[in-house]
């Protein structure tokens, strides 16, 4: 069984950064790990995917520069690193793992429960 533990959310203003830990536990070996999204009334979004080895990474087009995904394995954990935030970034935001580093959230087999960023105007 694989449990997956987002921290890391809160209120930041408008221009800030924050960075999101995602911890994993149980047999997290060779998986890739993404970030999804969802703001209220919205759909889930993509965000951000890296593979196991993180030689590979891939982000919403909306999202490159200002987002960054990496992952140290010997701690079980992926960060996301957010700069420049801004209000439309608010939303729960959401690890995932899977067998490949796909955009598509049907690709993942765990997710955690999500943390909350709030960014202010």
């Known amino acids: 069984q694989v449990q997956l533990v987002e921290s890391g959310g809160g209120l930041v203003q408008a221009g800030g950064s924050l960075r999101l830990p995602c911890a994993a536990s149980?047999?997290?070996?060779?998986?890739?790990m993404g970030w999804f999204r969802q703001a209220p009334g919205k759909e889930r979004e993509f965000v951000a995917s890296?593979?196991?080895?993180?030689?590979?990474?891939y982000y919403a087009d909306s999202l490159k520069g200002r987002f960054a995904i990496s992952r140290d394995n010997a701690k079980n954990t992926v960060y996301l690193q957010m700069n420049s935030l801004k209000p439309e970034d608010t939303a729960v935001y959401y690890c995932?793992?899977?067998?490949?580093?796909?955009?598509w959230g049907g690709g993942y087999n765990y997710w955690g429960q999500g943390t909350q960023v709030t960014v202010s105007s």
């Open positions: 995932a793992l899977g067998p490949r580093a796909t955009g």
């Open positions: 890296i593979t196991w080895s993180g030689g590979s990474t």
């Open positions: 149980g047999r997290t070996f060779s998986y890739a």
